[in-house]
């Protein structure tokens, strides 16, 4: 690969970030509290860590995993495995660490990166991940790790000359308790979102708020590798918060951001005052999605921030194509968008049927030809998700008669709190483990500035009583064995849980209690 590649071979090497680098060497590719990298320093010291990655044996098609966050060592270590081959893992940072091994271990991670700020997880997951040949530390040291500075300053940060595309491997959370890796066996190269998208990105000039964690599938997609493949520059917030969003969109006269339906909310909260103190007039580009944002806050979200708000419905594991911009939106209030026939999207009944227009049904979306997913090591998961070349998430809605999608809710399963996926049945394996409950059922109760909140209702084994303090007891147990968005907000007593003849937890049965009719 040479100082003059071409754009072709950028993508299909995944040397975008070299290429832009050549273009506008000294230019700000990633700001953050930890530190700031040039295009230049971010192309070089992705090059340094594919070398330290070679060093200790990795191939293409190995793993690595990283747990940390918004730091340049995570934009640095995504870099690297574009280019190297390599299958990128963030993992949630706010995990505990037997769950955090988990993930190292289920994905094979040859290499482990973790920022020490995060406490002793990291350090008690790597003991519990032997597959590991070479531990970096970011930010402080840690038992077992060599400090990710040190490593890649023994390595030139010169162009690799025989790059290869990697990949990216999410891990979302699963009904069984563990969370399942979205697995892709072809390689889909990232391209640049140039002036005739919907992005419309202006290559070295635009710039992109990072408002989540890069662990997660939407920020990692729209704010990181989006932006940086087509030139753009990112700054990341440590913790999102709604007047330093304004005050960073202001001082770095930020042109793009994506955000959830909780953001939308908080902002709005703010006071005249507030939001009169800050210039946003470089915002072209506001995209959200993840949860289900309620009419009458977008509606106050496109009066203040202009048209220029767009949504997005979509996946970890791909398909859909529903994109909505605010005018689109405005003549169709509470829509999710109406995607191409080429996506193929169905509504279907229990039994697999197409279901009438207006009707509700489940959603299944048309897996790409290419690119097209699996649940990691999980075969049974990924057959359940599929009829034919179409899969569902679960999700429940209708099109209407001009074809649009309208969300009407999902199966009891799923719970989204400020656009992060819950499963109950994590939460349940844990209570059940408490030595005063006999059953438990979790579901997600209405939340007005999280969409929902997760509820456990717990049955009592005999000689047991319902208090307050039991209550209080159960929230903690929660605490200490999960990370704590997955926990538990309130707790319910029942006499039974409801089950089916087949012994399934009836959920809908039971979240339907907290949900006005």
Same mark, same amino acid.
């Given at each position: ?50 070398? =330290? ?16 966050? +918004? ?68 930010? %402080? ?17 010169? +162009? ?10 999410? /891990? ?79 001082? /770095? ?7 959830? =339906? ?15 103190? /800050? ?9 959200? %999605? ?22 997005? /419905? ?5 398909? %859909? ?144 009583? =319902? ?51």
């Amino acid at each position: 690969m040479t100082l003059q590649m071409t754009l072709d071979d950028a993508i299909a090497t995944g040397m975008l970030i070299a290429f832009h680098a050549e273009q506008f060497p000294d230019v700000s590719a990633v700001t953050t509290r930890f530190g700031d990298r040039t295009w230049k320093a971010l192309n070089a010291n992705a090059n340094r860590l594919v070398r =330290a990655f070679r060093e200790a044996g990795l191939e293409a098609g190995d793993s690595v995993a990283i747990v940390a966050r +918004n730091r340049p060592e995570f934009v640095e270590t995504l870099a690297a495995t574009m280019r190297a081959g390599i299958r990128f893992t963030p993992i949630n940072f706010h995990l505990k660490a037997e769950e955090i091994a988990y993930i190292v271990d289920n994905c094979e991670a040859k290499v482990f990166v973790a920022d020490a700020t995060l406490g002793s997880a990291p350090e008690e997951a790597l003991r519990a991940a032997p597959k590991v040949r070479l531990a970096l530390s970011l930010g %402080g040291s840690m038992a077992g790790f060599e400090d990710y500075q040190e490593v890649i300053d023994e390595h030139s940060g010169g +162009n690799i000359p025989d790059p290869e595309a990697g990949s990216r491997m999410l /891990y979302t959370s699963g009904t069984t308790g563990r969370p399942k890796g979205v697995y892709r066996k072809d390689r889909v190269p990232d391209v640049p979102q140039g002036p005739d998208t919907v992005s419309g990105y202006q290559a070295g000039k635009d710039r992109t708020l990072v408002t989540g964690p890069g662990y997660h599938a939407a920020p990692l997609q729209i704010d990181i590798v989006t932006p940086l493949s087509s030139g753009v520059g990112i700054v990341m917030m440590d913790k999102w918060d709604a007047e330093e969003t304004l005050k960073l969109i202001s001082t /770095y006269k930020i042109t793009h951001t994506h955000m959830v =339906a909780t953001m939308f909310h908080r902002l709005l909260q703010l006071q005249d005052e507030v939001r009169n103190r /800050y210039d946003l007039s470089s915002l072209r580009r506001v995209i959200h %999605g993840a949860a289900p944002c309620p009419v009458h806050v977008k509606r106050s979200m496109i009066e203040w921030f202009g048209p220029i708000i767009w949504e997005y /419905y979509a996946a970890t594991e791909g398909g %859909g194509g529903f994109l909505v911009g605010s005018e689109e939106w405005l003549m169709k209030p509470g829509t999710v968008g109406k995607p191409g026939p080429e996506f193929d999207n169905r509504i279907l009944d229990d039994d697999g049927n197409p279901v009438p227009v207006g009707t509700v049904g489940t959603i299944y979306m048309k897996a790409p030809v290419k690119g097209r997913f699996e649940y990691y090591k999980d075969s049974d998961k990924t057959g359940r998700s599929y009829r034919g070349d179409h899969f569902t998430l679960g999700d429940m809605g209708y099109f209407d008669e001009d074809g649009y999608l309208f969300l009407t809710g999902r199966t009891a399963e799923l719970i989204i709190a400020g656009g992060v996926n819950i499963y109950p049945v994590e939460v349940d394996n844990e209570l059940l483990k408490h030595p005063a409950v006999q059953d438990v059922c979790t579901v997600g109760v209405p939340n007005p500035e999280w969409g929902e909140e997760v509820k456990s209702v717990v049955s009592l084994k005999p000689g047991h009583a =319902a208090s307050i303090e039991l209550a209080d007891d159960l929230l903690q147990w929660a605490k200490d064995r999960m990370a704590g968005f997955k926990c538990p907000r309130s707790i319910d007593f029942a006499d039974t849980i409801p089950r089916s003849d087949a012994g399934k937890v009836q959920r809908k049965e039971v979240r339907a209690r907290y949900w006005p009719k």
